[in-house]
């Protein structure tokens, strides 16, 4: 199984990025996919999810209104859009599978290497 992540990269506060998690190896429809982001220093957190069908997103307080989680699963991929983006996002940007539905990191079927976003002031 690999999920790879891509698009992170270095953007002005205020600016926009999209995230990509590309999956192989599992039958992906079946999994809810999460976005985690690590900063240096800090503990893994919760960024958002979403369904295997794509019905139900959930995000973090801190990003709710800002990013939209979304998934195209012919193309065995989920997306992050990220808008409005603050030095405090600045982070490693991780996917991660579940069959179930979670916002927990410590549930997490499956990893990808993560994705560095900078966002300058």
């Known amino acids: 199984v690999q999920l790879q992540a891509s698009g992170g990269g270095l953007v002005q506060a205020g600016g926009s990025l999209r995230l990509s998690c590309a999956a192989s190896?599992?039958?992906?429809?079946?999994?809810?996919v999460g976005w985690f982001r690590q900063a240096p220093g800090k503990e893994r957190e919760f960024v958002a999810t979403i369904t295997w069908s794509g019905g139900m997103t959930s995000y973090a307080d801190s990003v709710k209104g800002r990013f939209t989680i979304s998934r195209d699963n012919a193309k065995n991929t989920v997306y992050i859009q990220m808008i409005s983006l603050k030095p405090e996002d600045t982070a490693v940007y991780y996917c991660a599978a579940d069959l179930y539905y979670s916002d927990s990191p410590t549930t997490m079927d499956y990893w990808g290497k993560g994705t560095l976003v900078t966002v300058s002031s």
């Open positions: 190896g599992l039958t992906f429809s079946n999994y809810a």
